[in-house]
């Protein structure tokens, strides 16, 4: 196996790990464990369980910073811009739920540096929503609702989609994107 598909291998297996017991709770031996190696050939590849939370965390945080400031500087309707914000949850939920848990559960980990990074892309990705809530409102492509309480009831429900999706019978992701996107957006239009 190449060095960069066992990195790959090993913040794949330590998101899920992360997921199951929580960062703190998980070694790096356990990581070797169910990786069925010795816990010195990860330092091969990592220098640390720090440097596997923020390679989840920061990657994540990042695709959705970028994504929302293209999609709110876009020329798109409002309605349109809320789709295409569902679209990118289901989207990292479905591709990376383990990842997607790491990050909502253990992003105070994060070393301080890390951690003021990963707060300010949340706090940027939060306004950028509120943006263009703000603006359907005013455009009246939106109900005059509180906006707080549409930010909130929203990405509470995206931010967990993890919890609930691929258990039992979840739809597919062709129709979870549909279904979801009526159910939220019937709200508060």
């Not at 440097?51 to 990042?62: D, G, P, S, Y």
């Not at 994060?110 to 949340?122: H, I, N, P, S, T």
């Not at 309480?149 to 979870?176: C, D, M, N």
Request: aromatic content about 6%; overall charge neutral; hydrophobic content about 45%.
């Amino acid at each position: 196996m190449k060095p960069l598909d066992r990195k790959t291998e090993i913040i794949t297996v330590a998101a899920r790990l992360f997921k199951e017991k929580g960062y703190s709770a998980v070694t790096m031996r356990d990581i070797a464990q169910a990786m069925n190696i010795k816990a010195a050939s990860l330092y091969n590849h990592i220098k640390s369980k720090q440097e596997i939370l923020v390679l989840i965390i920061i990657e994540i945080a990042e695709e959705f910073t970028s994504t929302i400031l293209q999609i709110v500087s876009s020329e798109e309707n409002t309605i349109e811009k809320l789709k295409k914000v569902i679209q990118l949850h289901i989207d990292i939920t479905v591709r990376n739920p383990d990842a997607l848990a790491c990050l909502n559960n253990d992003w105070m980990h994060l070393e301080a540096d890390k951690l003021a990074y990963f707060v300010q892309m949340r706090e940027e990705y939060e306004e950028h929503f509120r943006t263009i809530i703000k603006a359907g409102i005013a455009s009246k492509e939106l109900k005059n609702l509180n906006v707080e309480v549409i930010i909130f009831s929203t990405l509470s429900t995206l931010r967990t989609l993890y919890l609930w999706y691929g258990k039992k019978k979840s739809p597919s992701e062709t129709v979870l994107k549909s279904a979801m996107t009526e159910a939220l957006l019937n709200g508060i239009i």
